[in-house]
């Protein structure tokens, strides 16, 4: 899937490819040789439909194992949003549950890239937090990757406790003594259940 994005006309585009069969298993089977591999290739679309995530206040992104992929491209274009003062956003919270480890050590790259461009006067708007769902041996609550700014813990995600956290807007650095209206709250990515019943998503 593609993960790239940038607000102008891209030479490279990235892909965050899982291997299974046919193509994408010799595509692995070529890099992990030499780390690198050249192939022919043909590139159609896009195709769906994209929605515009600008005037959020706070935006929770919620993926699984690959399907980070599908979240990459719109986190990317929020913290450039904010940098630039063209959109609303004001916090990013990306909720990410894998099988093992190994598949956000896979990501690194990805996400040490969203990280670094999350820096104007150190407002750090993304927070990450990543949960396992195997039995490994992991510290609850453990910084993960190069910049220590995401959060491992075992388990799965309490949504609703998540929910109404980013909801409440206690995160959003807000001026002392000042009203302000609070900004929207969007949920994207998968489908969750919340007290037995399916939340309405932005499915990207």
Request: hydrophobic share 35%.
């Given at each position: ?65 690959f ?9 990317k ?95 959003i ?16 990515g ?15």
């Open positions: 899937m593609v993960t790239s994005w940038s607000p102008e006309k891209q030479d490279v585009l990235e892909l965050f490819v899982q291997p299974r069969k046919g193509l994408t298993e010799t595509i692995h089977h070529r890099t992990s040789l030499d780390g690198y591999t050249s192939l022919t290739a043909f590139v159609s679309g896009p195709y769906g439909v994209s929605k515009s995530v600008d005037h959020y206040e706070c935006v929770l992104a919620i993926a699984t194992d399907g980070i992929a599908g979240v990459i491209s719109y986190l274009k929020l913290l450039y949003g904010y940098n630039t003062c063209t959109s609303h956003v004001r916090r990013v919270h990306f909720v990410w549950e894998v099988q093992t480890l190994d598949i956000a050590v896979a990501a690194q790259p990805l996400l040490n890239s969203l990280l670094s461009d999350d820096i104007l006067d150190d407002g750090y708007i993304l927070e990450m937090s990543f949960f396992v769902a195997s039995n490994q041996m992991i510290e609850h609550g453990k910084p993960f990757g190069q910049h220590r700014r995401a959060t491992v813990f075992n388990g799965k995600p309490r949504y609703d406790e998540i929910i109404s956290e980013e909801a409440s807007g206690r995160n650095k807000r001026l002392p003594n000042t009203h302000e209206d609070r900004g929207e709250v969007l949920v994207m998968k489908s969750i259940t919340l007290n037995n019943k399916p939340s309405q998503t932005l499915t990207s």
